[in-house]
Every structure is written in structure tokens, then in C-alpha cells.
């Protein structure tokens, strides 16, 4: 209403439809691709929402291993038994 900014994601988690929440959350933490580049909304999650750590773990500690797991990237191919993995952990380790 009027200025007032409001997150679906966080509306979800503060009224208990963690399943809504849940939705959101994995939508955000899937990397898509098109033909020009990558798409991937952690950076923008928190850039949004830069303490979502701490909201988590105190209003939906359950939503916090699906986090976590978003925060991965996991090659599909195996090579020499080894499987790629990229971890996004910037946002966790770095004061913005």
C-alpha cells in the first residue's frame, strides 16, 4: 500500500505458509539459463533480505536445510567418478 514495500517471501514466512515460503525459496535457488546468460536469485534474496540466515533460523528453522541446499550447484556429469560442485556462500562469509 502506498511506499510500503512488502516480500512475498517473508509475508509467507511471518503469516505461517511455509509451504508458500518453501515454494518461493526453491524457485529462488534454481539456476536457469537462457541463450545471453545465467539467472540465479540468491544475490537478489539477499540483497532484499540480508539478515534471511537469522529470519530463518528463528521463524522457519525448517525452511533453513532447503536454504542451505539452494546455495549449492551440483554438476549433472561425472567425471572420473568426481562430480563438480559450486558453493554460494559469499553472502554468508562477507559483511555488505
Known sequence: VG???ISPFMWA????CLDAAEAILKDLTTI???RD?????IDS????????VKRLCEDAPGLLPLFLDGCV??????EGGRRRVIY???HLLEDD
Do not use: M, N, Q
Open 32 to 34: 536457469r539459463a537462457d
Open 45 to 52: 534474496l539477499f540483497e532484499i533480505h540480508p539478515d534471511i
Open 3 to 5: 511506499v510500503e514495500k
Open 73 to 78: 550447484w551440483r554438476s549433472r556429469l561425472t
Open 13 to 16: 514466512i511471518e503469516t505461517g
Open 88 to 90: 554460494f556462500v559469499r
Open 37 to 41: 546468460t545465467y539467472y540465479f536469485g
